[in-house]
């Protein structure tokens, strides 16, 4: 399979040094915008949902804004006194047009913020905020793994997020050493169990990466996004002189879930380790090595680093001291 979500060259021109570039600009300087490339698409996200479509076509580019956060009909009228009142109706074809939809992008937040789904959304949103701290922050810098999208559909497949890990020190020199990572978040003790809940997913994806064809189009995405991101300034890392795209390895590959809001007194999580070590023991695909982690905190917050991400083992232990 091809890298489905990789921007085609117009549309990075576009985006570094044309029409949107004002768009891209804002996103690199406002914290709680995310961009995930799409391929013939960009979506900028805000507090974990769509904020903006922004897809590229023969006669410029279109612009798609849910209307389901504008439930009290409001936003045209809002529109209408900044002057722009049919902004998001029609093609964008200049750098003005772009700039004029950057300068309406807060009435847009405004509606999402008062959203029933935004608000109570907090699963999403801390996926986008997983994603800014490891990519764009000042904390990425020394971070061991990097987002390259959150919300990844890909064939069959959805994952929270997407990215790999790249290790500072080690590995940093190294642009054809990338790990490809595949995130899963779940909010509260809710999350955990059932037919979407850690092992459904497990399985899933076990299911997924027997199929080389899907396994090689996977890292052809997590490559493409990972290069074009940084060729954005949309990922932050030292940077050196070398221009030389990012490759990911072709036999390791991690598996991460992001377990939020956990409760340690709870004993929801044991037969749920006994039975992810059951299934990854039963996966046998020759030449891939797949490691299953559970990310936690260095001290407090969401900075990734390989020493903080658990096998089950390690969770156990934890676990049982949280009881002691």
């Known amino acids: 399979m091809p890298a489905t979500h990789q921007l085609s060259s117009e549309f990075m021109h576009d985006l570094k040094n044309g029409i949107l570039s004002p768009l891209l600009q804002e996103v690199r300087d406002d914290d709680t915008l995310l ?40 936003l045209d009228g809002r529109l209408a006194r900044h002057g722009c009142q049919d902004i998001l109706k029609r093609r964008i074809r200049s750098i003005d047009d772009t700039a004029q939809v950057v300068s309406i992008l807060s009435e847009l937040k405004r509606l999402m913020d008062r959203h029933p789904q935004v608000k109570s959304g907090l699963e999403r ?45 080690l590995e940093h020199r190294d642009r054809k050493c990338l790990v490809p990572v595949l995130f899963e978040m779940k909010y509260g003790l809710d999350a955990l169990a059932g037919t979407s809940g850690v092992i459904g997913h497990l399985k899933k994806t076990l ?13 052809k995405n997590i490559e493409a996004q990972f290069s074009q991101l940084s060729q954005l300034d949309l990922i932050k890392y030292e940077r050196g002189k070398s221009t030389e795209e990012f490759h990911t390895v072709v036999d390791h590959i991690q598996i991460v879930l992001v377990l939020a809001e956990y409760v340690p007194h709870s004993e929801k999580l044991m037969p749920i380790l006994d039975e ?20 936690s905190a260095s001290l407090c917050g969401y900075a990734m680093h390989e020493c903080t991400m658990l096998t089950t083992e390690q969770v156990r232990l934890l676990l049982d001291t949280w009881k002691s």
């Open 35 to 74: 961009m995930g490339l799409r391929g013939t698409y960009i979506t900028v996200y805000y507090r974990g949902g769509q904020l903006l479509k922004v897809t590229r076509d023969s006669d410029g580019y279109s612009l798609t804004f849910d209307s389901k956060y504008d439930t009290n009909s409001v």
């Open 125 to 169: 949103e801390f996926q986008q905020v997983t994603a800014r701290i490891n990519s764009r922050s000042k904390s990425s810098n020394s971070s061991h793994y990097f987002i390259t999208d959150i919300e990844h559909k890909y064939d069959d497949a959805r994952y929270d997020m997407l990215g790999v890990r790249w290790r500072r020190n």
């Open 207 to 219: 299911d997924h990466l027997t199929n080389a064809a899907f396994l090689t189009g996977l890292r």
């Open 276 to 295: 992810c070590d059951k299934r990854i023991a039963e996966f046998n695909t020759p030449g891939l090595q797949v490691d299953l982690r559970f990310a």
